[in-house]
């Protein structure tokens, strides 16, 4: 009885460094379109994306608006974003595309899709956040996945804070930590 005991004991930490190790190997990377993260925002975004760290390696990547845009209609505006945003992809990213016409997802549905993801060998997912404008139709055609945070619309600042607090949440829903209650 104690073999049996010790080897499930094993087999269990075995099973959790794997986890641990599949989790690190997939890169997740947060796009967001317009300015830097503003003061009312940014150290709740850092300190959940430091969090997040634990779990994934994480990084921001803000996209400035593209210059000389002033006299740009929506539609051209959001062409030339576009553009920017494809040329930046790479044909191996796994881009989620945060938008409030996509699919909703609990906690716990984000947290076992990131493990399916994971368990993929999956080495790069980007979560984007468009521009003020949403995106082109192109950049929808290239998501994989179109997800979305709630059916209410929010400032691009608050969804920056929102989609870091939600992922560091999935990270400890799957390594059962104390953070999030049922």
Same mark, same amino acid.
């Given at each position: ?5 010790? #080897? #499930?004991?094993? *087999? ?11 989790f690190l190997s ?5 796009? #967001? ?10 150290s709740g975004i ?6 997040? @760290? ?18 740009? #209609? ?7 974003? *576009? ?6 992809l790479q044909p !191996? /990213? ?11 997802? =609990?906690?716990?549905?984000?947290? /076992? ?5 994971? @368990? ?11 521009? *003020?404008?949403?995106? !082109?139709? &192109? ?6 996945? &179109?997800? =979305?945070? =709630? ?18 949440? *999935?990270?400890?829903?799957?390594? @059962? ?6």
């Amino acid at each position: 009885a104690l073999q049996k005991d010790r #080897s #499930s004991k094993m *087999a269990y930490t075995c099973w959790k460094v794997r986890v641990y190790l599949i989790f690190l190997s997939m890169r997740i990377e947060l796009w #967001s379109i317009g300015k830097a993260h503003e003061a009312f925002v940014k150290s709740g975004i850092e300190e959940f994306t430091k969090r997040l @760290n634990h779990y994934f390696k994480t990084e921001w990547i803000l996209i400035p608006t593209p210059k000389s845009t002033g006299m740009l #209609s929506e539609m051209d505006l959001r062409k030339k974003e *576009a553009a920017l945003l494809l040329a930046w992809l790479q044909p !191996d /990213d796994y881009l989620v595309l945060l938008d409030e016409r996509g699919k909703e997802l =609990s906690s716990t549905d984000l947290a /076992d899709f990131l493990q399916k993801k994971a @368990n993929t060998g999956l080495k790069k997912m980007i979560f984007l956040i468009g521009g *003020a404008y949403g995106v !082109d139709a &192109t950049v929808q055609q290239r998501a994989q996945y &179109t997800w =979305s945070l =709630s059916k209410l619309v929010f400032p691009h600042q608050l969804v920056r804070l929102i989609l870091a607090e939600q992922l560091y949440r *999935a990270g400890t829903i799957l390594k @059962n930590e104390k953070y999030h209650h049922q």
